[in-house]
């Protein structure tokens, strides 16, 4: 008789501009990879997040400016190297020239993604399209022709996409999801919930996420 197979649900909470949000995308890959999935089922869900609510929802800012009216000359001479350098380390190679934007239609195309046939799995692709588009690529993504690009790669219709994200479709339910987070206690990303029960904020290493698949239950 065939043995039941062993639930790991990962609810992710991230923003797509969030450079540890990237880090611990990579580092929660190397956990999982040491998992036998012949005995457990993995299922990961994104939600959305804004880091930074100062961004124009219209149009978008030089991302070294943005950085340096957020954070400071001095922190972000300090904080870009060390990013970089983490960043090689997972294999991410970062870049911080190019412009930063709202993100909130990027969410809301990931909201899309998630509804469509295997959405889980095109949730994920598409996280990984973005975040190297951003980080590595230097490309705005506040601009729909980005996200109709990064959407295309995993075969999606362009032209359905560009209806899509001048409409209002899941602006309400994106915003909900929004508030939701915050009313959880959320208040920085990346943020991790384990089977409901196990939380971790932060780009954790892999052990630590090997730690908390244990405490929900599943033997690693």
């Known amino acids: 008789m065939a043995t039941s197979q062993k639930q790991l649900k990962i609810d992710i909470t991230s923003d797509n501009i969030c450079p540890w949000c990237y880090v611990g995308k990579r580092r929660l890959e190397k956990a999982l990879s040491q998992i036998d999935k012949s005995n457990v089922n993995v299922s990961i869900s994104w939600y959305p997040y804004e880091l930074d609510h100062g961004l124009p929802q219209d149009g978008s800012l030089l991302k070294m400016d943005r950085y340096k009216q957020k954070f400071g000359e001095a922190r ?3 904080m870009v190297p060390q990013m970089t350098e983490t960043g090689k380390q997972e294999g991410i190679n970062f870049s911080f020239g190019g412009k930063i934007g709202s ?14 046939e295997n959405g889980e799995k095109k949730q994920n692709d598409l996280i990984n399209i973005l975040f190297r588009a951003y980080f590595e690529d230097e490309q705005d993504l506040s601009d729909h022709q980005v ?4 959407a295309e790669q995993i075969g999606f219709n362009g032209n359905e996409i560009k209806q899509f994200l001048q409409s209002d479709q899941y602006k ?3 915003q909900h999801e929004i508030n939701q987070s915050q009313q959880q206690g959320i208040s920085g990303v990346p943020h991790f919930r384990i089977n409901d029960k196990i939380e971790l904020s932060g780009a954790q290493d892999p052990q630590q996420f090997i730690q908390a698949f244990r405490k929900a239950g599943v033997n690693v």
């Open 76 to 78: 972000v001479k300090q």
């Open 172 to 174: 309400k339910e994106v």
């Open 147 to 150: 996200l109709t690009k990064a």
């Open 103 to 116: 993100t909130f239609d990027s969410h809301r195309l990931l909201h899309y993604v998630k509804q469509q």
